[in-house]
């Protein structure tokens, strides 16, 4: 399973990061720090999940979703 998440808090993302694998077998975990960053990955990688912080710099986690589905 492909999962990306996106937090423009580095902690933030490592602690999903942890919890995910503790849950999933061999989960590939992309990270973003902004809307903006995780759509352009999410184009290239078409993850399975997408987990996101709403208030975020450049581009929030709203703005994101709208991008992101355009993708699939």
């Given at each position: 399973?492909?999962?990306?998440?996106?937090?423009?808090?580095?902690?933030?993302?490592?602690?999903?990061?942890?919890?995910?694998?503790?849950i999933?077998?061999?989960?590939?975990?992309?990270?973003?720090?902004?809307g903006?960053e995780?759509?352009?990955l999410?184009?290239?990688?078409?993850?399975?999940?997408?987990?996101?912080d709403?208030r975020?710099p450049v581009m929030?986690?709203?703005e994101?979703g709208?991008?992101i589905?355009?993708c699939?």
């Amino acid at each position: 399973m492909k999962i990306l998440v996106v937090d423009d808090e580095l902690p933030a993302r490592q602690r999903i990061a942890d919890l995910l694998a503790d849950i999933c077998t061999n989960p590939v975990i992309l990270e973003a720090e902004n809307g903006l960053e995780a759509v352009k990955l999410a184009e290239q990688e078409k993850p399975d999940t997408v987990l996101m912080d709403i208030r975020m710099p450049v581009m929030d986690g709203l703005e994101m979703g709208l991008e992101i589905k355009k993708c699939f």
